[in-house]
């Protein structure tokens, strides 16, 4: 299969969610060695998460596929640029390339916009629409330094 394949299921996807009453059109497909090994669309309606975005979805499912929370061996075509959220996402699963269809504009003019979410993040923490409260900073840090002292961490 090639790219153009991948992003028109990634497409095929999005349309099929949508449709089904599921969530918003996005849909997203992950590649492992040239074939999908995981494939969503958006199910924020269906699930009633608003995290169940196609390519969190995706990720969650290569991931048990794979029985492994790395994909860098992977690339992930989505029917849009993926939103602040998702992109954290597949930063964290260290996807190698994204390819994308609509961009963040183009889910803007539907009433997708993200633009809120990039601006709250530049944002210093006093100055963000939600109250950010440092509390049991002392407590959290015991944690971190056992993990610091244990052999053999996984991140």
């Not at 299969?1 to 028109?8: K, L």
């Not at 999005?14 to 997203?28: D, Y």
């Not at 609509?102 to 997708?112: K, M, V």
């Amino acid at each position: 299969m090639s790219d153009t394949d991948f992003m028109e299921r990634a497409v095929e996807m999005s349309l099929k969610g949508m449709r089904g009453g599921h969530g918003g059109p996005f849909g997203a497909v992950i590649v492992r060695a040239g074939q999908i090994i995981a494939e969503a669309h958006n199910e924020v309606l269906s699930s009633h998460d608003p995290t169940a975005h196609a390519e969190v979805l995706a990720i969650r499912r290569a991931t048990a596929a794979l029985g492994h929370h790395h994909l860098g061996d992977c690339v992930i075509y989505t029917s849009c640029e993926p939103c602040p959220m998702c992109l954290g996402a597949i930063y964290w699963s260290r996807l190698q390339r994204i390819y994308f269809g609509n961009t963040r504009a183009d889910a803007a003019a539907i009433g997708f916009d993200d633009q809120h979410f990039y601006d709250e993040l530049a944002r210093g923490l006093p100055e963000r629409r939600v109250t950010m409260i440092p509390l049991g900073r002392e407590l959290a840090l015991a944690a971190f330094t056992e993990f610091r002292t244990r052999q053999g961490q996984i991140y």
